[in-house]
């Protein structure tokens, strides 16, 4: 499927949700790494403010997952975006109180966390269970005493063992589990396969198509 017909076919997921969808999200928090949000970085050869390697801001999976519900409710919500790469790569015992307070007290309405990707390899069953534990800290932390939509989606590039300790975390919560692991199979949607690039590992993150499939996939998950 190209690039356009994703689009095309976002704004159709969006235009046809059940009438009885929630009338607005307000606010709405994505937490990720790099592919959600990655700023400037010379020795990369990455010039962007966004997730890394969409063309632009606007072709980023958060900015079109939000301007789909911009679209399906008429009313732009608040957005707060953070890569929190450090908790992937040193969850365990994580401050998230202290780390997060800014999010915490964002009070989303939709929470959609976007992990796993620097998460390291999860080598036992005692790693896995860590894993699983620490995000369903971070989950409950973030949810509080609300009741926000959470939705936390599976790794870009399908990890079996991370990807079940995300849903099982997610479970735990009451949250929504988007699997988008088939997506990192599909070689159109790397950034390598629209443009070239001097880094391996920004060649190697979603270009644009890859983008509109992860956003096309949280919005059909939206209630």
């Known amino acids: 499927m190209t690039y356009h017909r994703l689009l095309f076919a976002l704004v159709f997921v969006c235009a046809t949700v059940h009438a009885s969808a929630q009338a607005s999200y307000r606010k709405v928090l994505f937490l990720g790494n790099s592919i959600t949000k990655h700023g400037p970085k010379k020795d990369i050869d990455w010039s962007g403010n966004w997730g890394m390697a969409a063309t632009s801001e606007a072709n980023d999976y958060v900015h079109l997952v939000t301007k789909a519900l911009t679209e399906k409710t008429g009313a732009a919500p608040e957005i707060m ?26 009070h989303a309405d939709l929470i959609i966390l976007a992990i796993g ?28 005493d609300g009741k926000p939509t959470i939705l936390v989606r599976s790794c870009f590039w399908a990890n079996p063992a ?26 159109t949607n790397y950034g390598r396969s629209e443009r070239p690039y001097k880094h391996a590992g920004v060649a190697n993150h979603p270009g644009d198509k ?13 209630p």
């Open 210 to 222: 890859g983008m509109a499939a992860i956003a096309a996939a949280l919005v059909k998950a939206v």
């Open 117 to 144: 990707e620097n998460v390291p390899a999860l080598k036992t069953a005692e790693d896995k269970a860590k894993l699983q534990a620490s995000v369903t800290t971070l989950l409950k932390a973030l949810k509080a």
């Open 81 to 106: 975006v953070k890569n929190i790469a450090d908790f992937e790569r040193a969850y365990a015992g994580y401050d998230v109180p202290a780390k997060l307070k800014e999010a915490i007290d964002f």
């Open 162 to 187: 991370k990807d079940e300790a995300l849903q099982q975390a997610c479970t735990e919560v009451g949250g929504i589990y988007v699997n988008i692991s088939s997506l990192g199979k599909d070689e």
